[in-house]
């Protein structure tokens, strides 16, 4: 039965827990109180100064991202609750009478969540309130209410993104110590992003930033779902102390990757021959038994060879199985960031006519360039597959080491830059379906391909990011390497003449 | 009611608990004994199914705990090693919480905590945050958690350590009253005597097996033969002139006195007497060598090294 009330209960005992604990409460009043007013004398003295420039524009746009700023700090202060929620429980001891009575794994998670969310809202709220009162007693004419509606709201879903990752990242710790030195994992990502959102705000672009909303509120959803899926009771007891253990490391990651535990044929028959000439130049004596179950090298690459194909069949085709919920989820998500930016810049982009006519030159010059196989375009196959091949490792790097969320950010981009690029090329008259169809697609359904089995979601921390690790490069090694190397061929050798065949008689050739 | 078969717990390589087999019928009390990491906590922690079993199966109260582990935990009272206190709450909050949690009602909560407060000699502090109780208090207090709905099945680690000896001996006496309402019990516990004095069944663990287990008596049977009984006397006596009743044999000589064991003591030592009457010995007292717990544990840990286990 879905009991919420115990969720909620697990939450108010937190919540009154940190209201009688002066070591919280006392950095959250000084910053909800004092920060505010610091950003309110910040707003006079800068709208002041621009005014006297008469660029009223920038002071208008600082307004609400100091609102952004002012409801930030609290939230990375009041983060230290999130961070503890578990792991701090573990180091007091109280955590073993919660986890031996019948409330449920998801109380237990959610019932933090909503502690650890709780505080730093309400205080990052009242802050913003403080802010803004402050804008009034001194006279500053508040942004328009959809401004202030969008920052409320970018507020929460970078909270709620924030607490999901402190929690996930409370479970998975072993002190207090290491989930405080990991918290940077979460301030520096969520800051950098407020840096994006302010760029935006700046530029004036603020529809953008309602699907920075959706795109956080994504993440903060898989983040909580990553979370719940990957909360054991076990494990937060199993581990008492921190310790790398490079040979467990490389055991397990050994297994998870080549799925056995046994050594290749070739390496035993290295092994043994190593052994030979070692024992020739010691006594008789000292002499290391040879491994007796070496094989002469042509059945050991024989058995290695066969090996491979189980590799492939087996353990290639079984990761991909088992992560065929995060790739087709990734995939969609592709295509639907695809698809908005293609909208979003086909309904902002300046029509044609009103391109300078240098840019639109410079634009079809590079086109003919690709098409017409000039030098100098920079464009061959390995260039092509090693550029995409760094692609493909920075997202996974990024996504097995942030919980898929840096991964998801860098696959999104990608995929919008196809579609901004598509609905860009109608400023040089092309049509984009048809770009689409000669020029992305033959080379590009490869690199769907890639892009469909690059598993960006990494899962937890520990063992599991090994196992996922493993996975991950099964999929890369087997999968995407192949591919990426026989879409640069293509795309480095056929698209230009599909192009042309395609565009040329739209594209004057000649320079 | 705890059974389980072949309970076994790994970590990776490390086996924390190796094929433990053992059953607490209601109004029993299991007493876990070995070394610190020998795996007792391991093994409840099993039984309350916050840990995995990795082999075996263990059912408590009726529940299989890797099939219904929130049953499993709802018929559970656990009493764990650290108190787990939340320092800034009040006793009362503390274990009303708890009420919560086990789906007590609002006046059932209130009337359990007030007894179990009033019963642990902590009704004056009951507004007090337990992060000013004394050890013992917190003791007390996690231990009135650990009743709060009346679990059928009790898991208790070092139920009196810290305390003072009233106070222990007020838990004691909880403790056999929960037994003679028919609970099961298990306690973990280095305090020997307390083992002793409760447990109807004690079961010796080393390294994440059970080394030996049955009734105290068993347990002396096994590990240190038929009973021996020491008598003194106001005279000398002459040891060769002396029949031994069957399964009773000489251990110890003196002037004064001997010391004996002696298979069936309700045959033989009346016999024993006799003798010693008819031969004009002026006996002073027949008593049975004690053989504590502490004896038989340390005589365990012994043959382990000896390598007789």
Same mark, same amino acid.
């Given at each position: 039965?879905?009991?919420?009330?115990?969720?909620?209960?697990?939450?108010?005992?937190?919540?009154?827990?940190?209201?009688?604990?002066?070591?919280?409460?006392?950095?959250?009043?000084?910053?909800?109180?004092?920060?505010?007013?610091?950003?309110?004398?910040?707003?006079?003295?800068?709208?002041?100064?621009?005014?006297?420039?008469?660029?009223?524009?920038?002071?208008?746009?600082?307004?609400?991202?100091?609102?952004?700023?002012?409801?930030?700090?609290?939230?990375?202060?009041?983060?230290?609750?999130?961070?503890?929620?578990?792991?701090?429980?573990?180091?007091?001891?109280?955590?073993?009478?919660?986890?031996?009575?019948?409330?449920?794994?998801?109380?237990?998670?959610?019932?933090?969540?909503?502690?650890?969310?709780?505080?730093?809202?309400?205080?990052?709220?009242?802050?913003?309130?403080?802010?803004?009162?402050?804008?009034?007693?001194?006279?500053?004419?508040?942004?328009?209410?959809?401004?202030?509606?969008?920052?409320?709201?970018?507020?929460?879903?970078?909270?709620?993104?924030?607490?999901?990752?402190?929690?996930?990242?409370?479970?998975?710790?072993?002190?207090?110590?290491?989930?405080?030195?990991?918290?940077?994992?979460?301030?520096?990502?969520?800051?950098?992003?407020?840096?994006?959102?302010?760029?935006?705000?700046?530029?004036?672009?603020?529809?953008?930033?309602?699907?920075?909303?959706?795109?956080?509120?994504?993440?903060?959803?898989?983040?909580?779902?990553?979370?719940?899926?990957?909360?054991?009771?076990?494990?937060?007891?199993?581990?008492?102390?921190?310790?790398?253990?490079?040979?467990?490391?490389?055991?397990?990651?050994?297994?998870?990757?080549?799925?056995?535990?046994?050594?290749?044929?070739?390496?035993?028959?290295?092994?043994?021959?190593?052994?030979?000439?070692?024992?020739?130049?010691?006594?008789?004596?000292?002499?290391?038994?040879?491994?007796?179950?070496?094989?002469?090298?042509?059945?050991?690459?024989?058995?290695?060879?066969?090996?491979?194909?189980?590799?492939?069949?087996?353990?290639?085709?079984?990761?991909?199985?088992?992560?065929?919920?995060?790739?087709?989820?990734?995939?969609?998500?592709?295509?639907?960031?695809?698809?908005?930016?293609?909208?979003?810049?086909?309904?902002?982009?300046?029509?044609?006519?009103?391109?300078?006519?240098?840019?639109?030159?410079?634009?079809?010059?590079?086109?003919?360039?690709?098409?017409?196989?000039?030098?100098?375009?920079?464009?061959?196959?390995?260039?092509?597959?090693?550029?995409?091949?760094?692609?493909?490792?920075?997202?996974?790097?990024?996504?097995?080491?942030?919980?898929?969320?840096?991964?998801?950010?860098?696959?999104?981009?990608?995929?919008?830059?196809?579609?901004?690029?598509?609905?860009?090329?109608?400023?040089?008259?092309?049509?984009?379906?048809?770009?689409?169809?000669?020029?992305?697609?033959?080379?590009?359904?490869?690199?769907?391909?890639?892009?469909?089995?690059?598993?960006?979601?990494?899962?937890?921390?520990?063992?599991?990011?090994?196992?996922?690790?493993?996975?991950?490069?099964?999929?890369?090694?087997?999968?995407?390497?192949?591919?990426?190397?026989?879409?640069?061929?293509?795309?480095?050798?056929?698209?230009?003449?599909?192009?042309?065949?395609?565009?040329?008689?739209?594209?004057?050739?000649?320079? | 009611m705890i059974e389980c078969e072949d309970l076994t717990k790994?970590?990776?390589?490390?086996?924390?608990v190796e094929g433990v087999t053992f059953e607490v019928?209601?109004?029993?009390?299991?007493?876990?004994?070995?070394?610190?990491?020998?795996?007792?906590?391991?093994t409840?922690?099993m039984l309350?199914?916050?840990?995995?079993p990795t082999r075996g199966w263990a059912r408590v109260?009726?529940?299989d705990v890797a099939?219904?582990?929130?049953?499993?935990?709802?018929?559970?009272?656990?009493?764990?090693?650290?108190?787990?206190?939340?320092?800034?709450?009040?006793?009362? !909050? #503390?274990?009303?919480?708890?009420? %919560?949690?086990?789906? =007590? /009602?609002? &006046?059932?909560?209130?009337?359990?905590?007030?007894? $179990?407060?009033?019963?642990?000699?902590?009704?004056?502090?009951?507004?007090?945050?337990?992060? !000013? #109780?004394?050890?013992?208090?917190? %003791?007390?207090?996690? =231990? /009135?958690? &650990?009743?709060?709905?009346?679990?059928?099945?009790? $898991?208790?680690?070092?139920?009196?350590?810290?305390?003072?000896?009233?106070?222990?001996?007020?838990?004691?006496?909880?403790?056999?009253?929960?037994?003679?309402?028919?609970?099961?019990?298990?306690?973990?516990?280095?305090?020997?005597?307390?083992?002793?004095?409760?447990?109807?069944?004690?079961a010796?663990?080393?390294?994440?097996?059970i080394?030996?287990q049955?009734?105290?008596?068993?347990?002396?049977?096994?590990?240190?033969?038929?009973?021996?009984?020491?008598?003194?006397?106001?005279?000398?006596?002459?040891?060769?002139?002396?029949?031994?009743?069957?399964?009773?044999?000489?251990?110890?000589?003196?002037?004064?006195?001997?010391?004996?064991?002696?298979?069936?003591?309700?045959?033989?030592?009346?016999?024993?007497?006799?003798?010693?009457?008819?031969?004009?010995?002026?006996?002073?007292?027949?008593?049975?060598?004690?053989?504590?717990?502490?004896?038989?544990?340390?005589?365990?840990?012994?043959?382990?090294?000896?390598?007789?286990?």
């Amino acid at each position: 039965m879905k009991r919420f009330d115990l969720a909620w209960l697990v939450a108010k005992r937190e919540l009154v827990d940190q209201m009688r604990d002066w070591r919280i409460l006392l950095p959250m009043i000084i910053l909800t109180l004092f920060f505010p007013y610091l950003m309110n004398v910040a707003a006079r003295y800068t709208i002041d100064y621009v005014n006297q420039f008469g660029a009223d524009l920038i002071a208008e746009r600082l307004l609400p991202f100091l609102i952004l700023v002012v409801g930030f700090f609290p939230v990375t202060v009041s983060l230290v609750v999130a961070l503890e929620a578990f792991v701090g429980e573990k180091e007091r001891g109280t955590i073993e009478p919660l986890l031996s009575s019948p409330l449920e794994d998801w109380h237990l998670y959610i019932g933090k969540l909503l502690a650890g969310t709780i505080v730093p809202l309400t205080v990052s709220y009242i802050g913003i309130g403080i802010y803004m009162f402050g804008l009034y007693w001194q006279g500053i004419k508040w942004p328009a209410w959809n401004f202030i509606i969008q920052t409320l709201t970018l507020t929460v879903a970078q909270t709620v993104l924030m607490v999901s990752a402190a929690i996930v990242i409370s479970t998975q710790s072993t002190s207090v110590r290491a989930a405080n030195l990991l918290a940077s994992f979460v301030v520096i990502p969520v800051a950098l992003l407020i840096q994006g959102e302010s760029a935006l705000m700046f530029w004036g672009t603020n529809q953008v930033l309602w699907w920075a909303v959706l795109g956080v509120s994504i993440m903060s959803a898989l983040l909580i779902r990553l979370g719940l899926v990957h909360f054991k009771r076990e494990n937060l007891l199993g581990r008492e102390i921190d310790m790398l253990n490079l040979a467990w490391v490389w055991g397990t990651f050994r297994r998870a990757f080549t799925g056995s535990d046994e050594p290749a044929a070739l390496t035993r028959y290295l092994r043994s021959g190593w052994k030979k000439i070692r024992n020739r130049t010691v006594p008789i004596e000292n002499r290391q038994s040879e491994i007796d179950n070496a094989l002469p090298l042509r059945a050991a690459l024989w058995l290695d060879l066969n090996g491979f194909l189980r590799w492939y069949r087996v353990e290639v085709f079984s990761a991909l199985r088992g992560m065929r919920t995060a790739i087709w989820l990734t995939f969609g998500l592709g295509v639907l960031g695809l698809a908005l930016a293609y909208l979003y810049v086909d309904a902002n982009l300046p029509a044609t006519t009103a391109l300078p006519e240098e840019t639109a030159r410079e634009a079809m010059r590079a086109i003919r360039a690709v098409i017409a196989r000039e030098g100098g375009t920079g464009l061959s196959a390995g260039m092509l597959f090693w550029h995409n091949v760094r692609a493909e490792l920075l997202m996974m790097a990024a996504g097995v080491f942030s919980f898929g969320v840096l991964g998801l950010i860098l696959f999104l981009a990608n995929f919008s830059l196809v579609g901004g690029v598509l609905a860009a090329t109608k400023l040089v008259g092309l049509s984009p379906l048809m770009v689409f169809l000669a020029g992305i697609l033959p080379h590009g359904i490869l690199y769907l391909g890639v892009r469909l089995v690059t598993p960006l979601e990494g899962k937890s921390i520990g063992e599991t990011m090994i196992f996922t690790l493993a996975d991950v490069l099964k999929i890369f090694i087997a999968v995407c390497v192949p591919l990426l190397l026989l879409a640069g061929l293509l795309e480095a050798n056929l698209t230009p003449y599909i192009l042309e065949a395609a565009l040329g008689r739209i594209i004057d050739l000649q320079p | 009611m705890i059974e389980c078969e072949d309970l076994t717990k790994h970590f990776d390589t490390f086996k924390a608990v190796e094929g433990v087999t053992f059953e607490v019928r209601p109004g029993q009390v299991l007493a876990l004994l070995g070394q610190n990491g020998a795996g007792k906590t391991t093994t409840v922690r099993m039984l309350t199914s916050v840990l995995t079993p990795t082999r075996g199966w263990a059912r408590v109260a009726g529940y299989d705990v890797a099939q219904h582990p929130g049953d499993v935990r709802a018929s559970v009272g656990v009493l764990t090693e650290m108190h787990g206190l939340y320092g800034r709450m009040t006793a009362h !909050e #503390y274990l009303d919480f708890f009420g %919560q949690v086990y789906d =007590l /009602a609002p &006046a059932r909560r209130k009337q359990r905590a007030d007894q $179990l407060l009033e019963y642990f000699g902590l009704a004056h502090a009951a507004q007090r945050r337990s992060g !000013e #109780y004394s050890k013992g208090m917190r %003791q007390k207090l996690a =231990l /009135a958690r &650990a009743l709060i709905h009346e679990p059928p099945v009790l $898991l208790l680690d070092e139920p009196t350590s810290a305390m003072d000896p009233e106070s222990a001996q007020l838990v004691r006496h909880e403790i056999a009253r929960l037994r003679s309402s028919q609970r099961s019990i298990i306690i973990c516990t280095h305090n020997l005597a307390e083992a002793e004095m409760l447990a109807d069944q004690i079961a010796i663990i080393y390294h994440g097996r059970i080394l030996i287990q049955g009734t105290l008596e068993e347990l002396r049977r096994q590990l240190l033969g038929p009973a021996e009984y020491e008598v003194t006397l106001s005279g000398g006596w002459r040891p060769d002139e002396f029949q031994w009743p069957a399964g009773a044999r000489l251990l110890h000589a003196e002037e004064c006195g001997f010391r004996f064991q002696v298979e069936n003591p309700e045959a033989a030592n009346p016999l024993i007497i006799q003798q010693l009457i008819k031969k004009n010995s002026q006996v002073v007292s027949v008593q049975e060598t004690p053989r504590t717990l502490e004896m038989l544990y340390l005589k365990a840990m012994a043959q382990v090294a000896e390598g007789v286990r």
